[in-house]
């Protein structure tokens, strides 16, 4: 069995990746599309949507 530190170790790095994902994808919303982040919000929602859709 792992020890507790090493679950919360891995927890802690898939937060933090998940979390570096999210950044870099407003920065290149930001750059490509230029809408401010209440947009990309709506458009973050809506394809969370779309995916539970079919569940």
Same mark, same amino acid.
């Given at each position: 069995?792992?020890?507790?530190?090493?679950?919360?170790?891995?927890?802690?790095? $898939?937060? +933090?990746?998940?979390?570096?994902?999210?950044?870099?994808?407003? #920065?290149?919303? !930001?750059?490509?599309? $230029?809408? +401010?982040?209440?947009?990309?919000?709506?458009?973050?929602?809506? #394809?969370?949507? !779309?995916?539970?859709?079919?569940?």
């Amino acid at each position: 069995m792992n020890a507790p530190e090493t679950v919360m170790s891995d927890y802690i790095k $898939g937060f +933090d990746a998940g979390y570096s994902y999210v950044l870099c994808e407003i #920065e290149r919303w !930001q750059d490509e599309v $230029g809408e +401010d982040l209440h947009v990309l919000l709506a458009h973050l929602r809506m #394809e969370s949507k !779309q995916g539970r859709e079919n569940t």
